[in-house]
């Protein structure tokens, strides 16, 4: 099912979300990246199952409106620092683990639709997980090759790249923030 969601746009947000958090990773850096997608489903993991076991209630007006901040404020991470910090530095991970408690909360109500009034909730959110994770990881793949072909034969542009993505970003999450209101 989680693989699914990414595959059918329904997921836009989480992949924009993705693509932006990930704009500065090559294949040179491909531990780092994949080690970040991991954390990224362990927190999303964490408040999935805390919000579809109904441990704490959630808004989901909010919820919407703190994903689209968060593809906001990763593009504004890349705008105001290197690559470099943006790569590799624990900041980095530490920040994906928090956006990815936010993106987990986002998916309950998906997932609790698409559960109806099962029972069993184990199995699926599970599988759910292990699809979004397969579904990112692969995502990531395509974007990592890409990104490390432009470098390769287009290493001047890459900061362009980078910035024009990340007000691409900007722009999509602050349109997707108050439109969320």
């Excluded at 836009?12 to 997608?37: C, E, G, P, Q």
């Excluded at 999935?48 to 919407?64: C, G, H, M, R, Y």
């Excluded at 690559?83 to 986002?106: D, E, P, S």
Aim: glycine letters at 6%; hydrophobic letters at 55%; a positive charge.
């Amino acid at each position: 099912m989680g693989f699914q969601h990414l595959l059918d746009f329904n997921g836009y947000d989480h992949m924009l979300f993705l693509w932006i958090s990930f704009l500065a990773f090559r294949y040179t850096n491909y531990k780092r990246a994949f080690l970040n997608v991991s954390l990224f489903t362990l927190a999303h993991s964490l408040t999935l199952a805390i919000s579809v076991f109904k441990w704490v209630p959630v808004t989901s007006d909010w919820i919407e409106r703190l994903i689209a901040l968060s593809i906001a404020i990763s593009a504004v991470l890349h705008l105001i620092l290197n690559i470099q910090k943006t790569t590799n530095n624990l900041f980095a991970g530490v920040l994906i683990f928090v956006f990815g408690l936010i993106h987990g909360m986002g998916f309950s109500g998906l997932l609790l639709s698409l559960l109806g009034h099962s029972e069993n909730i184990v199995a699926p959110l599970l599988f759910f997980n292990l699809g979004l994770e397969l579904g990112q990881l692969l995502f990531v793949s395509a974007l990592l090759s890409i990104q490390t072909v432009l470098h390769k034969y287009f290493p001047e542009k890459q900061n362009i790249y980078i910035r024009v993505s990340s007000i691409i970003g900007l722009c999509a999450g602050i349109y997707l923030f108050l439109t969320r209101f």
